[in-house]
T-cell receptor, first 114, second 112 residues
Framework: NAGVTQTPKFRVLKTGQSMTLLCAQD?????MYWYRQDPGMGLRLIHY???????AKGEVPDGYNVSRLKKQNFLLGLESAAPSQTSVYFC?????????????FGPGTRLTVL | GESVGLHLPTLSVQEGDNSIINCAYS??????FIWYKQESGKGPQFIID?????DKRQGQRVTVLLNKTVKHLSLQIAATQPGDSAVYFC???????????FGSGTRLLVRP
């Protein structure tokens, strides 16, 4: 049981380049989330999904897109990276409201946009 | 708007002492609260959670207290150890049953 995994762990992009961050969970969770964390700050929700094939905007969705084609995977895309998107990105997953609302987090992806 | 805040951005304690980390929340509709620990370079790790029908919940060396009257949440760590040094985040669910709103975090430093 690997929990929540993220790929890649580190990435450096040039302004205008695109990339996709992959999140995978093996806990059969319904809900998945993408957050960004900037220095000295808490986690801000970018996008989330409440089930396969569904996505919704969070607090800071601009400049990002997501897809949830399979229940276990949640992809975060940057179509045209900007320096303001330099951050650490965390993926999380959770079960549903019948059980614990605890979100399980991945190890993070550190992204630098030059 | 909704917010979860912390009174102390940095807390320094002596090894072996008890630590108390405080958190204020603003959304009266929140009925679920959770504390996470984040070590440097790692993702947040679950510590303990509590629902609004409880005032207190205990885990191993940790206790969470919820005061709904003043919208205050606290995390108590007994016999603080060097391995407890980390940033601690509180979070609430607001109006949602599946989203969490995170505070900005408190850094706990344990002096040997």
């Amino acid at each position: 049981n690997a929990g929540v995994t993220q790929t890649p762990k580190f990435r450096v992009l040039k302004t205008g380049q695109s990339m996709t961050l992959l999140c995978a969970q093996d806990m059969n969770h319904e809900y998945m989330y993408w957050y960004r964390q900037d220095p000295g700050m808490g986690l801000r929700l970018i996008h989330y999904s409440v089930g396969e094939g569904t996505t919704a905007k969070g607090e800071v969705p601009d400049g990002y897109n997501v897809s949830r084609l399979k229940k276990q995977n949640f992809l975060l895309g940057l179509e045209s990276a900007a320096p303001s998107q330099t951050s650490v990105y965390f993926c999380a997953s959770s079960y549903d409201s019948r059980g614990s609302d605890e979100q399980f987090f991945g190890p993070g992806t550190r992204l630098t946009v030059l | 708007g909704e917010s979860v805040g912390l009174h102390l951005p940095t807390l320094s304690v002596q090894e072996g002492d008890n630590s108390i980390i405080n958190c204020a929340y603003s959304n009266s509709a929140s009925d679920y609260f959770i504390w996470y620990k984040q070590e440097s370079g790692k993702g947040p790790q679950f510590i303990i959670d509590i629902r609004s029908n409880m005032d207190k919940r205990q885990g191993q060396r940790v206790t969470v207290l919820l005061n709904k009257t003043v919208k205050h949440l606290s995390l108590q760590i007994a016999a603080t150890q060097p391995g407890d040094s980390a940033v601690y985040f509180c979070a609430e669910n607001g109006d949602s049953s599946y989203k969490l709103i995170f505070g900005s975090g408190t850094r706990l430093l344990v002096r040997p």
